[in-house]
């Protein structure tokens, strides 16, 4: 996808409850850092790491855990996608 320095806010808005002005914030913030690392693609796993370090860096711990990603290791998520168990 192209860059979307809204959808950045618009998650931020969204998951971390953070008002417009705060997310927007955030959002420039990233949208600087990314600039200015020179990369042409980034993950969204980047960009996620990215937000959380802005997060910390202000101060906004609860929006920080609030934001938290939930993950499953691959080989619990093959399991469960063959129809078996998440814990045997």
Avoid: N, Q
């Avoid at 320095?5 to 913030?29: D, F, H, N, Q």
């Avoid at 200015?36 to 906004?60: D, H, N, P």
């Avoid at 499953?72 to 998440?86: E, F, N, T, Y």
Wanted: positive net charge.
């Amino acid at each position: 996808m192209p860059w979307s320095k809204g959808r950045i806010v618009a998650a931020l808005m969204l998951e971390a409850e953070l008002p417009r002005e705060a997310a927007e914030e955030v959002a420039s913030a990233v949208e600087r850092r990314v600039f200015a690392s020179g990369k042409k693609i980034v993950t969204t796993g980047l960009i996620r790491e990215l937000v959380a370090s802005e997060l910390f860096e202000r101060g906004w711990v609860s929006a920080l855990t609030a934001s938290r990603v939930v993950g499953l290791a691959r080989v619990d998520v093959r399991r469960v996608l063959h129809g078996g168990a998440l814990h045997p």
